[in-house]
């Protein structure tokens, strides 16, 4: 999930989607990286709920779902 946009603005994330999200339309997942904050939300609903985690707590889920695969 690299970008070459400055995502560290709060007013106006730059919403990235995964690289694993295909052109179907299925599961896909988009990130906002701020300097405090990473958000994650659901990229079929832009404009509901989006989770609000700290960097340690993405990193932690990062390391834990490369495991899972």
Do not use: Y
């Amino acid at each position: 999930m690299n970008s070459a946009t400055n995502t560290h603005r709060t007013d106006n994330p730059q919403w990235i989607k995964s690289s694993h999200s295909g052109s179907e339309g299925g599961n896909c997942v988009e990130v906002a990286i701020g300097r405090r904050t990473i958000r994650v939300r659901d990229s079929k609903d832009p404009h509901g709920p989006a989770l609000s985690l700290t960097p340690e707590a993405w990193t932690d889920f990062i390391h834990f779902a490369r495991q899972q695969v």
